[in-house]
């Protein structure tokens, strides 16, 4: 198993010889302007350019889209990903909008799990906001609020894989760790926030959250640096992983930087 950083919560996981490239946000820096209600008002996103060439980024198998919004899968993830590769996406309505943009093989993630070269992915849910203010706020942003996390699973690989997705912590992500105990656990750790409405996706205390809740596995903090909205930044968690003496079970990696287990 392999989990490289690519840039916010953008990723190459390569599991059970399998590359998918997850939540393809491939614009150029600094293309998005601030964000309405960001406590960075304004820095513009994404903050950093990518780490790697586009021709590199975009050679794998699959596309794991876990929702659209723009900082997951962008126009240019819509202009530059090959209409023939297969993507597995939430749900059907996030299915009809890449159908309708030319996409020719869009596959439904499932509870259940669905299979892709001997992979078993399976959906898992997420709380994209703070509860009573979920709806009020992407109604505003003319947004969907959903969005799903993916447990990867193969007999070739001895642990258990879970993206988190775009999330706070909740009952949710609890039921999770408890149904499939993965070993490698990735957050969106960002602490993403809204002027009014709070927090979108983990702070450091989610983060600890589920650290506590898995003590057997290793976590890695993605979607980090890189939107306008961020409060939690990657020089804080390393702050953290050696103030708590987490080296070994909270990685913080870089753009471009690969963990492998």
């Not at 790697?52 to 900082?71: K, S």
């Not at 509860?131 to 258990?160: D, F, W």
Request: proline share 6%; glycine share 6%.
């Amino acid at each position: 198993m392999k989990f490289q950083e690519i840039r916010s919560a953008t990723a190459i996981v390569t599991f059970g010889g399998v590359r998918f490239l997850v939540d393809p946000w491939l614009g150029d820096k600094g293309t998005i302007p601030p964000i309405p209600g960001s406590p960075n008002p304004d820095l513009r996103c994404p903050v950093s350019d990518l780490p790697l060439p586009l021709n590199e980024i975009l050679d794998v198998d699959a596309v794991i889209a876990t929702h659209l919004h723009f900082d997951h899968f962008d126009a240019t993830a819509m202009e530059k990903i090959p209409k023939s590769m297969v993507i597995f996406v939430q749900d059907e309505i996030d299915g009809e909008t890449l159908l309708a943009k030319g996409f020719q093989d869009v596959r439904i993630l499932k509870y259940a799990g669905v299979e892709f070269k001997g992979v078993q992915l399976t959906k898992t849910d997420c709380l994209h906001g703070q509860p009573g203010n979920i709806g009020l706020l992407y109604e505003k942003m003319e947004l969907r609020s959903s969005a799903c996390g993916v447990v990867m699973r193969h007999p070739a690989e001895e642990k258990t894989l879970y993206l988190v997705g775009d999330t706070i912590w909740c009952d949710y992500v609890k039921a999770a760790l408890d149904s499939f105990k993965p070993d490698v656990i990735v957050v969106n750790a960002a602490a993403a926030t809204i002027r009014g409405f709070g927090r979108i996706i983990m702070d450091l205390e989610d983060v600890q959250a589920v650290l506590d809740h898995a003590p057997h596995a290793v976590v890695i903090a993605s979607h980090m640096d890189n939107v306008g909205h961020e409060t939690l930044w990657r020089r804080d968690l390393k702050h953290y992983v050696q103030q708590h003496h987490l080296e070994t079970r909270l990685l913080v990696p870089e753009d471009g930087e690969v963990c492998e287990f």
